[in-house]
């Protein structure tokens, strides 16, 4: 009888001491469970910042692609619009001529600001040649026009000339009588065939 006292007391004392250990391990395992818990999230926040960098990375390489590919098409439409430009001066030089007054060489007021303007489209295209051409109404001997569309020419050069423009990018012809603009036998016409035509030789 009295051993079997002496028995609870120790059955009390290994069933305390195997709820300890019980326990002790069960906060282990949770503990163990936690961090590898923290350790995930950590992996997966990780995970997740180097997607977030990768697609910052691609939406920056499209931006610039973009970016590039508006500056060529900029670029062409403006090297177009140079072009343009420059067709359209150059159409302007080739299709203003300038007048005389019947058998004169004088060059009036207009017909030297026409030249001026001439004058700086040559500066502007250094490399740019010209043949100005002596033109005359049919009034006269052939002889006649085809020596005063020279001295026509020539009176343009030498203006030319003057405005700093080298004698070397400049040559003239007659033609006198023979190009006329318009065929009609009076003053309008006669006119405007009495005149000095500019012919780039690029």
Not at 57 to 81: C, D, F, P, W, Y
Not at 120 to 142: F, M, Y
Request: hydrophobic fraction near 40%; aromatic fraction near 6%.
């Amino acid at each position: 009888m009295k051993q079997k006292i002496m028995m609870y007391p120790i059955l009390i004392l290994m069933i305390v001491l195997f709820m300890l250990v019980t326990s002790c391990q069960k906060q282990k395992v949770a503990t163990q469970a936690g961090t590898t818990t923290a350790a995930e999230q950590e992996a997966q926040r990780k995970a997740q910042e180097e997607a977030r960098q990768r697609e910052l990375e691609r939406q920056k390489a499209i931006e610039e692609e973009n970016l590039e590919a508006e500056s060529v098409k900029e670029a062409g439409l403006s090297a177009e619009m140079e072009e343009e430009r420059k067709m359209t001066e150059r159409a302007v030089f080739e299709n203003e001529d300038i007048q005389f007054e019947f058998d004169s060489i004088r060059l009036s007021s207009e017909a030297q600001e026409i030249l001026r303007k001439k004058a700086q489209w040559l500066k502007a295209n250094p490399s740019a040649r010209v043949t100005i051409e002596g033109h005359c109404d049919n009034r006269g001997t052939n002889e006649y026009n085809l020596a005063l569309g020279d001295r026509r020419a020539h009176s343009a050069q030498v203006f030319l000339i003057d405005l700093g423009i080298a004698d070397s990018r400049l040559q003239t012809i007659s033609f006198g009588e023979e190009r006329p603009i318009d065929t009609a036998d009076n003053e309008t016409a006669w006119a405007q065939n009495r005149r000095a035509h500019f012919v780039i030789d690029e």
